[in-house]
């Protein structure tokens, strides 16, 4: 079945920069729809970006023009650059697929997840 692996994570000062990857296995990610949530409290993930098969993309209002998501079909990863960071960013990331999502930005639309990578932004 599907797998997804998150890297990327660590501490960064406020106005730094982190790429976060998801790999994945078991399917081709050109056939996936790839979504970026994070979670801070609760168990609730809220959404980021997403990457449908056509390539479209799309983003919370607090993060465009400060996230990318992008694909490296060759590679079958899928990457989250984000820009800009501020702490309120601190979170830990989870990239969620699936094979299709009319509503990419709702949780409740993937059937994979992977087991998150930690980002902390310091003031």
């Known amino acids: 079945q599907v797998q997804l692996v998150e890297s990327g994570g660590g501490l960064v000062q406020a106005g730094g920069s982190l790429r976060l990857a998801c790999v994945v296995s078991?399917?081709?990610?050109?056939?996936?729809?790839t979504g970026w949530f994070r979670r801070t409290q609760g168990r609730e993930r809220l959404f980021v970006a997403a990457?449908?098969?056509?390539?479209?993309?799309y983003y919370r209002d607090y993060v465009k023009g400060r996230f990318t998501v992008s694909r490296d079909n060759a590679k079958n990863t899928v990457y989250l650059e984000m820009n800009n960071l501020k702490p309120e960013d601190t979170a830990t990331y989870y990239c969620?697929?699936?094979?299709?999502?009319?509503?990419?930005?709702?949780?409740?639309?993937?059937?994979?997840w992977g087991q998150g990578t930690q980002v902390t932004v310091s003031s």
């Open positions: 969620g697929a699936t094979s299709s999502a009319p509503s990419p930005q709702s949780e409740y639309n993937y059937d994979y």
């Open positions: 078991g399917r081709n990610v050109s056939r996936l729809v």
């Open positions: 990457i449908m098969r056509d390539s479209m993309t």
